[in-house]
Every structure is written in structure tokens, then in C-alpha cells.
């Protein structure tokens, strides 16, 4: 497993917005944004799933995504293979979670499951001599 740095986990959580880029088993490529998302440990993180169709799908076919995020001229590209949890502890912790944010944005997130990613290669995605370098 890959771990994200301090700096790493720091940027992560102050970006609003990532990108979940999943495909088909036969490579047919699929990117939404995300912004429920969590870091558990250094090399986990938790994304929830309120609108995902094709995404889901995707991840039940074919368990490995990459998710980028950035801010300026730094970013990141997690890459690692996913599991998918509707039920338990976690879960239900995410569905009161996006029931708060509900309340706090106006609009209705509803928490279908929890995608975890495992990450195995962290990527910089910034412009300059380390784009597209793998760091870890």
C-alpha cells in the first residue's frame, strides 16, 4: 500500500471537489465529481455514494479507480483497488453525515453505500519536471 504524506492529507481535505475516474471491464472510462469524501488512515480513503449509476457499476465489475485532487499548480492521483459497504457501522455513520450536510446546503444526499479506496500508487498530477511521477 502507498501512503499519503502529511501535506498530501492536508490538501486533500481542503479541496471541495475530486475526481473518481473508474472504467468497465472492457475499458470504457467514466469520471465524476466527488465531494463527500473522507480520509481514514494514511492509505484509506472514503467516498459516498449519493448519485453514483454508472460509477457503481463500473466498481462492482471492475473493484479499481483513481481519484485526483488538487489545488493551484499541486495535485494528486490515488490509485487502488475499492470495496463497496451498504451496510454496518461505517455506513450508517456516512448516512448521518450526509444527512447533516443535507441540512446544512439545503438539498437531499441520501447515502447509498460507501466505495472504500485502498490506495496503491499515489501520482503527482501538478505541472512541472514531477508531472505524472509516481511518488509512492
Known amino acids: 500500500m502507498a501512503h499519503m504524506t502529511e501535506r ?4 486533500f481535505e481542503r479541496v471541495e ?3 473518481l475516474a473508474t472504467s468497465t471491464k472492457d475499458g470504457i472510462p467514466n469520471a465524476v465529481p466527488i465531494g463527500a469524501k473522507k480520509i481514514l488512515d494514511s492509505e484509506t480513503v472514503l467516498i459516498s455514494d449519493q448519485f453514483f449509476n454508472k460509477t ?13 485532487y488538487w489545488e493551484g499548480r499541486e495535485g494528486y492521483q490515488l490509485k487502488g483497488s475499492v470495496t ?4 454496518g457501522l461505517r455506513f450508517e455513520e456516512i448516512s448521518r453525515w ?8 439545503g438539498f437531499p ?4 453505500g460507501v466505495v472504500i479506496l485502498k490506495i496503491e500508487k499515489i501520482y503527482a498530477i501538478g505541472p512541472g519536471p514531477k508531472a505524472g511521477r509516481r511518488l509512492v
Open 8 to 11: 498530501m492529507q492536508r490538501l
Open 109 to 112: 444526499l441520501i447515502s447509498k
Open 56 to 68: 457503481i457499476n463500473n466498481l462492482q465489475s471492475n473493484p479499481v479507480a483513481s481519484l485526483m
Open 84 to 87: 463497496i459497504e451498504t451496510s
Open 17 to 19: 471537489i475530486a475526481v
Open 98 to 105: 450526509m444527512e447533516q450536510r443535507s441540512q446544512e446546503i
